[in-house]
T-cell receptor, first 116, second 111 residues
Framework: GAGVSQSPSNKVTEKGKDVELRCDPISGHTALYWYRQSLGQGLEFLIYFQGNSAPDKSGLPSDRFSAERTGGSVSTLTIQRTQQEDSAVYLC??????????????FGPGTRLTVL | SQKIEQNSEALNIQEGKTATLTCNYTNYSPAYLQWYRQDPGRGPVFLLLIRENEKEKRKERLKVTFDTTLKQSLFHITASQPADSATYLCARASAGNMLTFGGGTRLMVKP
């Protein structure tokens, strides 16, 4: 079946502009995660959705970042007034459940964001 | 805060040898650790999970150990092949299964 998809694959924007990144998780997966990976760095957790519960936004670096998940499926990560330090690869992942059961996460290919 | 540390230096080994990658964590032991492989331009791919009550887990040529005394996990690839060249990420889970990743170790297997 189809894996996690993300769009666009690459996004170049000017400083100060807003951007929207999209994630389509695996069908039926209730948990969805956004991570950010800067050049040569590990993944940094941003936000997590589980079913209809309020999202865990504890990883968002500033109030310029927000995310939505509509209908428990597709998610959009929005970055307002982009800054050069926002340049990174933004990765989305989904899993079939949550808790400490250790379910593997399935990652999309990421969106490479470049802020000029 | 919980941290995961991996050797940031690349590991270069000869084909056929065993590659050993290290993952160290701070503070309390996580319920489990996960290992992922990441190729350039791609998202991470899950490899293995080991729970804190498991000493060792195997999958084909892969072996993971978990030492709660040393606060360390070792990831082994036996009979390494050039196709094993990639970055390997260790991750611990927090509540809700959010993963805290280490910086990853790049493995280069030379023919």
């Amino acid at each position: 079946g189809a894996g996690v998809s993300q769009s666009p694959s690459n996004k170049v924007t000017e400083k100060g502009k807003d951007v929207e990144l999209r994630c389509d998780p695996i069908s039926g997966h209730t948990a969805l995660y956004w991570y950010r990976q800067s050049l040569g760095q590990g993944l940094e957790f941003l936000i997590y959705f589980q079913g209809n519960s309020a999202p865990d936004k504890s990883g968002l670096p500033s109030d310029r970042f927000s995310a939505e998940r509509t209908g428990g499926s597709v998610s959009t990560l929005t970055i307002q007034r982009t800054q050069q330090e926002d340049s990174a690869v933004y990765l989305c992942a989904s899993s079939s459940t949550t808790g400490l059961a250790g379910n593997e996460q399935f990652f999309g290919p990421g969106t490479r964001l470049t802020v000029l | 805060s919980q941290k995961i540390e991996q050797n940031s230096e690349a590991l270069n080994i000869q084909e056929g040898k065993t590659a050993t990658l290290t993952c160290n964590y701070t503070n309390y032991s996580p319920a489990y650790l996960q290992w992922y492989r990441q190729d350039p331009g791609r998202g991470p791919v899950f490899l293995l999970l080991i729970r804190e009550n498991e000493k060792e887990k195997r999958k084909e040529r892969l072996k993971v150990t978990f030492d709660t005394t040393l606060k360390q996990s070792l990831f082994h690839i036996t009979a390494s092949q050039p196709a094993d060249s990639a970055t390997y990420l260790c991750a611990r889970a927090s509540a809700g299964n959010m993963l805290t990743f280490g910086g990853g170790t790049r493995l280069m297997v030379k023919p």
